[in-house]
């Protein structure tokens, strides 16, 4: 009994969608490791390639997702900001918001995997029979 379908996920993995993702994930890892030195400019680059990948997304649940995302990505910080504060900052950021232990990229880094884990649900469910 089989129950992984690997010519299904490669069809997946051929979709405009699919390619889009994964260019914002790669896109991403690159922007962090260029201008890691440089909060506000790799917050900004995060901005407009979130916007690109909203502007060129073709799902209909985009604008949920949007949402979505944003309610993750503001309780992401908003806990680990918490969580950093309360472990005596064991964890800490260069740079962070003055008022949360965070910095203002990060807001943008949940949104991301958000989205990345939507996108590696949406192919194991194409994968898993």
Same mark, same amino acid.
């Given at each position: 009994m089989n129950c992984? !379908?690997?010519s299904k996920l490669i069809e997946f993995l051929k979709r405009e969608e699919s390619f889009l993702v994964l260019t914002l994930i790669i896109v991403t890892i690159i922007s962090l490791v260029c201008f890691s030195e440089n909060?506000?400019?790799?917050?900004?680059?995060?901005v407009l390639l979130l916007l690109a990948y909203f502007y060129i997304s073709k799902r209909e !649940?985009?604008?949920i997702i949007a949402i979505g995302a944003i309610n993750f990505a503001f309780w992401g910080v908003i806990l680990e900001s918490f969580v950093i504060q309360k472990t005596n900052f064991a964890l800490r950021?260069?740079?962070d918001m003055g008022l949360l232990y965070v910095p203002a990229w990060l807001f943008t880094i949940y949104i991301i995997f958000m989205i990345s884990a939507i996108f590696t649900y949406d192919a194991f469910k194409v994968f898993i029979k």
């Open positions: 992984l !379908d690997f909060p506000l400019y790799l917050f900004i680059v995060n !649940d985009k604008k950021y260069k740079q």
